[in-house]
């Protein structure tokens, strides 16, 4: 018998020191800059395909931000961006043992951008962002087996799965996402238990992710950088029978802690 999860919220308001009250935001910029991937290739003897997804929180593509990607030292997409939008997808053919780097060239309001890399499998193998570095490198891992949960009595078991991946949850089942409006490189919020610990986070991004609860209380407390609330995204709690154990927004009526 599942007992309800319960959660208190708490709002954090702050003001940018470098918030501009007269200029509408993005009026300045103009429409983004739309930049044609390089093609090429793809080498049909490598042995799997991983994904690679460019993402931009604001939804209006990169601001004149691009990136390479080499594999082994050799360039297979050069300059890719998000031209327009909020994501943009490539796939990378590699082999186990692969090493691939990226080359990131930054353009304007980078807290919106960010990328990751998912294998054959859709396991999130790397990723850089919001505000991506100079570049990253990973060394390519292929694995034939399907993690995920392999015992039957747990809320997320998975009959596809060949490897126990650790995963399993015996009590409460649920999808934290967060998302749906705007400026959400803005926002920020943390979950956290009884004893203060913290369960779930996120800034900057929208989510949906996986976490399984305990039974018990949580607090949630959530924040606006520039001060005039979270613009119609939603923080949401929902478990694996749809039950929404929360469904909360940060407003610009709420003010202090």
Known sequence: MRKA???LTVFVMSISLFAQTDVAKYGDKGAPEVRIPQTWNSNNNRTEDFLLVLTDSYGDGWDGAYMDVLVNGTLVYDDITVASGSSAEFTLAVDDGDIVQTAYTSGSYEGEHSYAFYDNNGTLVASDGPSPSAGIEFTVSITTDVPGCMTATACNYSADATAD????????????????GSYISETSWE???????????????????????DDGDYTVTAADSYGDG???????????DGTVYLSFEVTSAAGGK
């Open 165 to 180: 991946d650790g995963s399993c949850c015996l009590t409460n089942c649920t999808t934290i996402a967060m998302g749906g």
């Open 230 to 240: 979270w613009n119609g995204n939603f923080l949401t709690v929902t478990d694996d």
């Open 5 to 7: 999860i319960a959660f």
């Open 191 to 213: 979950i956290t238990d009884a004893a203060g610990n913290i369960i779930a986070s996120g800034a900057g991004t929208t989510s949906s992710e996986f976490s399984c609860f």
